[in-house]
């Protein structure tokens, strides 16, 4: 259970019973804040402060599985359910103290799957049906009803099989999996979209003591039909994959490279949600190439990992999607070429002091250029895509004397822009945000075990947005206590 600012509450209950070969689990959680933050905001020459509104938070997700395992055969059938009631507040910058948008999703799932295992031979089959149902209300919407009250009803079932056998040094996998997805709204003059999706994979794999070769070629074809207006139509794609691993002796060193094809099909929200989507997108083709190591440091009391990965795609009508007038509405959009190279890195240390004391340090950084080259004509032809920063990342410090300690967490972002076209109008800071947290933790009766914790966020109150307009808490904190029973 947690506590945190704004009236922020959150509970978990979970559980789970084995006996021999069965196993039941349950588990739910509950999450509810008012989200009225203070804030202030800078528009020019004037500054504004106010308290946030129609920020309210809702959500309980809930979840029920049953299984056998066997040595053969294993089975799990399951429920997953999940609700959500929020209000939408909109952008600061034309903010309305009267806005009175909310956005209620319910969605519940019923998936199985059933495993068989025979030397070296396996199939897996599984299938889903999910129903995700979104409610949309905006009562100040102008049109002749005098307000907008539409609800979106996505259904999906999902059918499938994996197949793999080795065979000396190779490993050969085959699958397929089917989709069949509508839309259904309560508008009966909106769209009506039917989609049926199949993607196929065959697979083989081939495996030395350090070295290992991946080689794929997967199919998507997708068929849509809308009986209410225009329809994404069909699509095939064949898309390959190749990569490969080396690890030195003893498993110091590992080096990873590889190059695959992507193939994205729009979604129906992407597509046909009122004054979401957009029916001309087209699908998004992708060609990626990455490299990638990591390197295994050892040193008496020290344990060092260090990661890093060099990454570059060219991307044909890459999708992206702009904020507009609350954080449901957003327009949706192709870059009808973008390239996109960076790098990452991560250290991750641990110094074990003595018997009670230990550091913890975990660094991220990732450099990433993401440029629209899709028309030289254009103003933003060149530029970094919106919302993309250049620079971004993470150190957090943990000590830990026994079963207590203090952490140090920080983020940062560089400037990027709100749009495509990289001009001053469109610049937004970056920002620093830091958090402090303590937390203890102590056993009771055998293996039950107690957590506290309690933690500062952004300590030094940074106004700060990920999204123009759209302003983050200042200075807030969290306390939470975590039972374990064993």
Do not use: C
């Amino acid at each position: 259970a947690a506590y945190a600012s704004f009236n922020h509450l959150e509970a978990y209950l979970g559980g789970r019973y084995r006996k021999k070969a069965w196993l039941v689990s349950a588990s739910g959680a509950l999450r509810k804040a008012d989200g009225d933050y203070p804030y202030t905001y800078t528009n020019g020459f004037q500054s504004v402060s106010e308290r946030r509104e129609n920020n309210d938070y809702l959500d309980a997700n809930y979840t029920a599985t049953a299984g056998y395992s066997g040595k053969i055969a294993a089975l799990r059938v399951g429920y997953r359910g999940k609700i959500i009631d929020q209000g939408l507040p909109g952008a600061i910058v034309f903010y309305n103290q009267t806005q009175n948008e909310r956005l209620n999703t319910s969605e519940n799932t019923l998936f199985s799957d059933v495993e068989w295992k025979v030397s070296r031979f396996s199939l897996r089959i599984h299938g889903q049906v999910l129903q995700n149902t979104l409610h949309y209300v905006d009562p100040d919407f102008l049109n002749a009803k005098g307000g907008l009250d539409v609800e979106y009803t996505n259904r999906t079932l999902n059918v499938g099989a994996m197949a793999q056998v080795g065979l000396n040094k190779w490993n050969m996998q085959l699958g397929t999996e089917q989709f069949i997805s509508d839309l259904i709204v309560n508008d009966t003059l909106f769209a009506q979209p039917l989609r049926y999706h199949n993607m196929s994979v065959l697979a083989a794999v081939y495996r030395l003591a350090r070295f290992e070769l991946r080689m794929q070629a997967s199919s998507q074809y997708i068929s849509e039909r809308n009986e209410k207006g225009s329809s994404a139509g069909d699509r095939f794609r064949v898309n390959p994959m190749v990569s490969a691993e080396h690890t030195t002796k003893g498993g110091k060193f590992k080096e990873h490279v590889s190059y695959r094809s992507t193939f994205r099909m729009p979604s129906f929200n992407e597509l046909y949600y009122n004054s979401v989507g957009n029916v001309n997108l087209l699908p998004e083709d992708a060609h990626v190439l990455d490299y990638s190591a990591a390197l295994v440091l050892r040193s008496g009391a020290m344990n060092m990992v260090v990661r890093s990965k060099l990454f570059a795609s060219l991307v044909k009508n890459k999708i992206v999607a702009f904020p507009t007038q609350n954080l449901f509405v957003w327009s949706m959009q192709n870059i009808g070429q973008a390239r996109v190279y960076g790098t990452e890195a991560l250290v991750d240390a641990q110094w074990k002091l003595n018997p009670k004391w230990r550091i913890d340090v975990t660094v991220n950084y990732t450099f990433q250029r993401a440029l629209d080259y899709s028309d030289r004509n254009s103003p933003s032809y060149g530029d970094q895509l919106a919302y993309v920063p250049k620079h971004s990342g993470n150190m957090d410090v943990s000590v830990h004397y026994k079963t207590t300690g203090i952490r140090f967490s920080n983020y940062a972002l560089s400037m990027r822009y709100s749009l495509n076209e990289n001009v001053i109008q469109n610049e937004m800071l970056g920002f620093w945000i830091m958090d402090i947290g303590i937390f203890h933790s102590f056993a009771i009766k055998k293996d039950n075990q107690i957590t506290l914790r309690a933690t500062v966020k952004n300590i030094f109150n940074q106004s700060y947005a990920y999204i123009r307009s759209y302003v983050m808490p200042g200075t807030n904190f969290t306390l939470s206590l975590n039972y374990a029973i064993h």
